[in-house]
């Protein structure tokens, strides 16, 4: 999905257009009147809820310049300028633009409780909150057959004997899909999955901050005519806002049963498996228009938005939003001073805390292994099991284990940043270094990963929608200086420079992780003008609020990757 300004695909800008969201300030708002450029642009970012007679906001411009983040929808959204150049806006909203739809309640009809469920909803909606919480330990993790996405799946039992078997599918935003990760959540639920079993029912995950959008998703489920349930996540988040949503009122529209849920007070999970008692599978609604040509075309969109618009407006609180927390804390994280500043300082905090607290920890399970190692020695006759003991297993096995203290902590670091919300705005205020040298603003994500290993940096590219762009970031993630490389440059540094004191050390030891991430930059870009020429991918990034981390979760990932570590290092 490559977007340029002078792409053939993009048409002329006609005359009666003369203002592009680029233009505007911050602080200033339009309404948007028409979109340009590639078919699978113009589709991605109206699913985003960028439709024409939508209002537009800018929010706030990067530290660089570029990108910039418009509030779209009640949400916050980044893009590049050179995208914005293809949203043309109008000062006013005339009636023929954004004509009003009353919406009518969905009929439909009881459908029996299913077997085997799926999990769906946009990425950051709560999904993986709440699939914890139904399945609690009852779950599994692995690969889907004959690819590298991961595939979760648990088990959840009702008040009777049923068992719902609960598959958690990746986060996507529509069912026009355009990541790998996505393919599978679509495929899925069109039972074309290779390998997995048909799901006889769906549990949509809508995040009540961003219900206009989410419920795009449920509009595309609804078609395919299987029982749902909306279980509608951080209600509290949306009541603090000031845009509370009525529930019941959303239930009557949609037609099928609404739970609002609050995974970190466990709120609402006994009402969801009661619920399950009674789902429904809802008709296709009014968003249907008489002269679509395809599933997921410019006109489709904008009938479903219809359609979701009139739905918004009479369920969520009418007053204005209020200024809340995260918006707070934008003002200083994403700054266009002192945003550069905040994020040196967390990433030099991030680092400190994994040198700091691993060595101690590595230490310890050095001498464990290394105890280990002396009894097995001693009590142990000579022969062909002591030596696959010793140097096999010990040796090599222990060897990997080492590191381990330092592989955690730099996940927990990543997770804990992840959940809080502000890895996206990394992401974002680096965006404008990373695509000079070819890279998206995701890479940063994967190409952080890769400083604890290469392997968990290069699987954390799949998010990255672009083929071009994710196969960039895992060319270039094994030039990062990972934690198996520590002990070597310390054994180098020790020897040739130790009488020149400490601080030429640490220089040293900065200078070898600086030239890892130089040479990914220069292999980057050598591959962008070489062997991936390719036009740039959209940027759109979401920007949710930020949020306090759940633990428990966290202690998940960070378990979870570890033991991936082991398993590709062994």
Excluded at 113 to 142: C, D, E, W, Y
Excluded at 172 to 193: C, F, H, R, W
Excluded at 365 to 394: H, P, Q, T, W, Y
Excluded at 406 to 423: H, K, M, N, R, V
Aim: net charge neutral; charged share 20%; proline share 5%.
């Amino acid at each position: 999905m490559s977007v340029t300004a002078t792409s053939s695909a993009v048409i002329d800008q006609p005359d009666s257009l003369e203002k592009t969201l680029s233009q505007l300030q911050v602080g200033q708002r339009g309404y948007i009147q028409k979109i340009e450029g590639p078919e699978a642009f113009r589709q991605r970012i109206q699913e985003m809820g960028l439709v024409p007679g939508e209002e537009i906001y800018v929010e706030r411009i990067a530290p660089l310049g570029d990108p910039i983040v418009i509030r779209i929808q009640g949400y916050l959204l980044g893009l590049r300028k050179e995208e914005a150049q293809l949203i043309y806006l109008s000062d006013e909203l005339s009636a023929d633009e954004n004509p009003q739809l009353m919406a009518d309640p969905l009929h439909s009809q009881k459908g029996t409780i299913p077997g085997i469920m799926a999990l769906v909803g946009n990425p950051n909606s709560g999904k993986t909150s709440l699939f914890n919480g139904l399945t609690g330990l009852h779950q599994r993790v692995g690969n889907y057959p004959g690819i590298t996405v991961e595939k979760r799946e648990g088990a959840f039992q009702l008040d009777g004997d049923e068992i719902i078997q609960l598959l958690d599918l990746p986060g996507t935003y529509s069912m026009g899909a355009t990541s790998p990760e996505e393919k599978i959540a679509v495929d899925i639920l069109n039972n074309q999955a290779i390998g997995v079993e048909p799901v006889e029912g769906v549990i949509i995950a809508m995040d009540a901050n961003n219900l206009a959008r989410n419920l795009l998703l449920f509009t595309q489920v609804a078609d395919l005519g299987l029982p749902i349930i909306v279980a509608l996540t951080m209600c509290d988040m949306a009541l603090r806002r000031g845009r509370p949503v009525n529930t019941e009122k959303l239930e009557q529209y949609l037609g099928v049963p609404v739970i609002p849920m609050n995974a970190k007070k466990k709120q609402g999970f006994t009402e969801l498996k009661k619920a399950l008692h009674h789902i429904r599978k809802p008709s296709s609604g009014q968003w249907h228009s008489p002269n679509e040509s395809s599933d997921h075309n410019d006109v489709n969109i904008r009938a479903r938005y219809r359609w979701i618009s009139s739905v918004v407006n009479d369920v969520v609180g009418k007053q204005d939003a209020l200024l809340t927390f995260s918006d707070r804390l934008d003002k200083l994280l994403v700054h266009r001073v002192a945003g550069l500043a905040f994020f040196a300082a967390i990433m030099t905090t991030v680092f400190f805390i994994i040198y700091t607290l691993a060595d101690p920890l590595m230490g310890m399970v050095e001498d464990g292994v290394g105890n280990l190692g002396n009894f097995l020695f001693s009590s142990m006759n000579e022969g062909a099991l002591k030596s696959l003991l010793l140097d096999g297993i010990v040796g090599g096995v222990g060897g990997v284990l080492v590191f381990i203290p330092q592989i955690a902590l730099l996940f927990l670091c990543i997770a804990l940043l992840e959940e809080s919300g502000y890895l996206a705005r990394a992401a974002f205020l680096l965006d404008r270094v990373l695509a000079a040298f070819g890279l998206h603003g995701k890479s940063f994500i994967p190409m952080l990963s890769s400083h604890a290993c290469a392997i968990p940096g290069i699987m954390a590219a799949r998010t990255i929608e672009s083929d071009r762009d994710r196969k960039v970031t895992m060319f270039v993630a094994p030039f990062m200086s990972c934690g198996a490389r520590l002990p070597v440059y310390t054994l180098l540094i020790g020897v040739f420079l130790a009488p020149y004191g400490a601080a030429v050390q640490s220089f040293a030891l900065m200078a070898c992780y600086l030239t890892g991430i130089f040479a990914a930059i220069l292999v980057a870009w050598a591959l962008r003008k070489t062997a991936l020429r390719e036009p740039p991918a959209a940027f759109l990034l979401e920007l949710p609020l930020y949020q306090s981390p759940q633990l428990l979760q966290v202690f998940r990932v960070v378990f979870r990757n570890s033991m991936l570590f082991v398993k590709k290092a062994t």
